[in-house]
């Protein structure tokens, strides 16, 4: 299939199109990476990625079945405040997603000063350090722009590069719960629940 590879100044003028400055948009940087808002633009590359049935079923969601669905996901999942889609800064073209889940809307605290990391990867890119490049900025940001205290992130039972992740990015283990409901797998799982402190990212990155 034939993508729409736009470079980096048109993808940011897409976002200013699809989005109304009120919402405030964020663009965050990093040394390979740039993460934006998705658009309806990034359907096709999220089904490119999000079809693939070992990126989304470890993680809790089932493979996207059209392009139809993944539009649907971008307008209806993909849309949170602090949603962003992982690019290249080189090509532009969303591969992943990195999100800060805001308090009402994750169900592993009920403090505004505190959120969930989720985030996912596609397949081509998995062990060129992508992902904790990503969640860094974005657990950066989380402690430094938005006054977050602790950041909680899960994983099920042998999602083994979710683990590694996160203790690259220095969580450190709290609690496990079993036989936890995952609705669009019509299945229970064992989830494993780690935390990082504002005190312990200081502590990792003086």
């Given at each position: 299939q034939n993508f729409n590879l736009?470079?980096?100044?048109?993808?940011?003028?897409?976002?200013l199109i699809n989005f109304n400055p009120g919402d405030g948009i964020m663009i965050l940087t990093t040394d390979r990476l740039l993460l934006r808002p998705w658009?309806?633009?990034?359907?096709?590359?999220?089904f490119e990625y999000a079809k693939d049935p070992d990126v989304g079923p470890i993680a809790g969601w089932p493979p996207h079945n059209s392009i139809d669905e993944s539009l649907n996901v971008i307008k209806?999942?993909?849309?949170?405040?602090?949603?962003?889609?992982?690019?290249?800064k080189k090509i532009g073209k969303a591969i992943g997603a990195v999100e800060l889940i805001l308090n009402g809307h994750t169900d592993m605290t009920c403090r505004d000063d505190e959120c969930e990391l989720g985030y996912w990867l596609?397949?081509?890119?998995?062990?060129?350090?992508?992902m904790p490049e990503a969640a860094a900025e974005l657990i950066r940001r989380a402690f430094e722009d938005?006054?977050?205290?602790?950041?909680w992130c899960g994983y099920y039972e042998g999602n083994n590069k979710s683990q590694r992740v996160q203790e690259k990015l220095g969580f450190t283990y709290h609690h496990t719960c079993s036989e936890v409901p995952v609705p669009l797998m019509n299945e229970t799982r064992t989830c494993l629940t780690n935390c990082l402190t504002k005190e312990q990212w200081l502590r990792k990155n003086i």
């Amino acid at each position: 299939q034939n993508f729409n590879l736009l470079p980096i100044a048109a993808l940011l003028s897409e976002a200013l199109i699809n989005f109304n400055p009120g919402d405030g948009i964020m663009i965050l940087t990093t040394d390979r990476l740039l993460l934006r808002p998705w658009t309806a633009e990034d359907a096709e590359s999220l089904f490119e990625y999000a079809k693939d049935p070992d990126v989304g079923p470890i993680a809790g969601w089932p493979p996207h079945n059209s392009i139809d669905e993944s539009l649907n996901v971008i307008k209806n999942v993909l849309s949170g405040a602090e949603c962003y889609a992982i690019c290249e800064k080189k090509i532009g073209k969303a591969i992943g997603a990195v999100e800060l889940i805001l308090n009402g809307h994750t169900d592993m605290t009920c403090r505004d000063d505190e959120c969930e990391l989720g985030y996912w990867l596609g397949k081509p890119f998995w062990g060129n350090g992508y992902m904790p490049e990503a969640a860094a900025e974005l657990i950066r940001r989380a402690f430094e722009d938005l006054g977050m205290t602790t950041i909680w992130c899960g994983y099920y039972e042998g999602n083994n590069k979710s683990q590694r992740v996160q203790e690259k990015l220095g969580f450190t283990y709290h609690h496990t719960c079993s036989e936890v409901p995952v609705p669009l797998m019509n299945e229970t799982r064992t989830c494993l629940t780690n935390c990082l402190t504002k005190e312990q990212w200081l502590r990792k990155n003086i």
